[in-house]
């Protein structure tokens, strides 16, 4: 999935989780951290840099390529390590000494910020499950149990980029419980966890109604079909709209 759906879907676990608190402070917070939470996790893409070989390469004596690196199954290679739920452990442990380590020097002890900490292990949560119906590739999946050798998903339900259907439902979901978060609805907590809830079986919907196997042979086409799926799901209108944004954007999307 691509990095845009990836982030957006961060923020709808962020504000859905802000909707539990009434303190302003806590609510930006959650949603910041949903927001990183669901982009994070694709910083295994490093390797993929122009400039990886000539500074990680070197400064670490690795020896491999970034682009080695990335397509390999290397505990930091892309869909490795940071794409496992042992990564959600390990941020949360670092946030945790971090706060234990101002909170010495300081002398003013404060809370853990528990809806901060949910709303980044959501987003990356929905990160890592984004990508388990994506191609397998090399990888195979994800390693999301790591340390363990085995690797999830990698389904080919669906092409990396083009879900233009998943990215609106993300998008209007993520929307609706901003909304929700900063109003003064008495039962926004349980509708904005229907929204979460509603939002995410439509989505596994949707990646059902491809009817295409991504994992098959050839790199070539399979764009161009992903783009037949969505005219034919989104219809004309929409779909030229969507490619229109698509073409403004300078990432995989």
Same mark, same amino acid.
């Given at each position: 999935m691509d990095?845009?759906? !990836?982030t957006l879907s961060g923020a709808l676990v962020g504000a859905t989780v802000s909707s539990f608190t009434d303190n302003?402070?806590?609510k930006i917070w959650s949603i910041l951290a949903g927001t990183l939470g669901g982009c994070l996790p694709d910083i295994d893409a490093i390797s993929l840099w122009s400039g990886f070989d000539d500074t990680i390469v070197k400064w670490f004596h690795l020896d491999h390529a970034g682009q080695d690196?990335?397509?390999s199954k290397f505990?930091?290679? !892309? !869909?490795?390590f940071f794409h496992s739920i042992a990564a959600i452990v390990f941020y949360l442990l670092l946030y945790l000494m971090g706060k234990k380590i101002t909170d010495l020097i300081t002398q003013q002890p404060t809370?853990?910020?528990i809806y901060g900490c949910v709303a980044f292990s959501g987003g990356y949560l929905a990160h890592i499950l984004e990508d388990l119906p994506t191609p397998g590739l090399s990888w195979g999946g994800v390693n999301l149990f790591w340390p363990s050798s085995?690797?999830?998903g990698g389904t080919g339900q669906t092409w990396w980029w083009n879900n233009y259907d998943i990215f609106l439902i993300v998008l209007i979901a993520a929307m609706l419980n901003l909304g929700l978060t900063l109003s003064h609805f008495d039962k926004k907590k349980l509708f904005s966890l229907c929204i979460l809830s509603f939002s995410a079986l439509l989505i596994i919907f949707q990646?059902?109604?491809r009817n295409f196997d991504f994992n098959t042979e050839g790199y070539g086409n399979k764009e161009a079909v992903s783009l037949t799926i969505q005219r034919n799901i989104l219809g004309e209108k929409v779909f030229d709209l969507m490619v229109k944004l698509d073409n403004k954007i300078h990432l995989n999307f």
């Open positions: 990095i845009i759906t !990836h302003t402070r806590l690196i990335y397509f505990w930091y290679s !892309h !869909h490795g809370k853990v910020n085995q690797w999830v990646i059902h109604q």
